[in-house]
T-cell receptor, first 115, second 114 residues
């Protein structure tokens, strides 16, 4: 079965420092991996995705994610955090076992960036 | 460009009352449509998804139902609300396959059942 795990409920980082939000996955076949961000009382916004090719994927707002097949991970990163990056982040995987219509989301990681 | 609308933005309803939440998408054709519920500001629970008019797949048996009367319209309903139906309801759409298409979410409806 396809699954995705976000081992940290919360990540705290100081403004200007690098940030990492962790995600591991379990899929059968090729993984299609996504990161989304949610600001308070808003819908989710797409940040980036991995389909194939280069293991380092660049996305919106300066975020990037590194796909590691051997470790089955897809960690979200940013070289220098901003206070405005504080939000809830979701890792997700497309559930290809059911025809690809469903997306499985992790439980979410809350990022706090302190000024 | 494509846009997704949800209404109402907030709703307070008494237990036992009916519910109708509407979602519409503009600027695309034949989208896949989804209803999610988010409780306590955390994980997303997929409630229903639809790949075409009149085609509804239910993920979790519960007090809710969904309908897709038009290509770009998705409605979430209940005949009698329960306290446990409170939450943040999100509608989303994605283009038809290929499988690597991301989802686009609406602004959400905050439902409080009293």
């Amino acid at each position: 079965a396809q699954s995705v795990a976000q081992p940290e409920d919360q990540v705290n980082v100081a403004e200007g420092n690098p940030l990492t939000v962790k995600c591991t996955y379990s899929v059968s076949g090729n993984p299609y991996l996504f990161w989304y961000v949610q600001y308070p009382n808003r819908g989710l916004q797409f940040l980036l995705k991995y389909i194939t090719g280069d293991n380092l994927v660049k996305g919106s707002y300066g975020f990037e994610a590194e796909f590691n097949k051997s470790q089955t991970s897809f960690h979200l990163k940013k070289p220098s955090a901003l206070v405005s990056d504080s939000a809830l982040y979701f890792c997700a995987v497309r559930d290809v076992s059911t025809g690809g219509f469903k997306t499985i989301f992790g439980a979410g990681t809350r990022l706090f960036v302190k000024a | 460009s494509q846009t997704i609308h949800q209404w109402p933005a907030t709703l307070v309803q008494p237990v036992g009352s009916p519910l109708s939440l509407e979602c519409t998408v503009e600027g695309t054709s034949n989208p896949n449509l989804y209803w999610y519920r988010q409780a306590a500001g955390r994980g997303l629970q997929l409630l229903f998804y639809s790949v075409g008019i009149g085609q509804i797949s239910s993920e979790v048996p519960q007090n809710l139902s969904a309908s897709r009367p038009q290509d770009r319209q998705f409605i979430l309903s209940s005949k009698k609300l329960l306290l446990s139906d409170s939450g943040f309801y999100l509608c989303a759409w994605s283009p038809p396959p290929p499988l690597h298409n991301e989802q686009f979410f609406g602004p959400g409806t905050r439902l409080t059942v009293l």
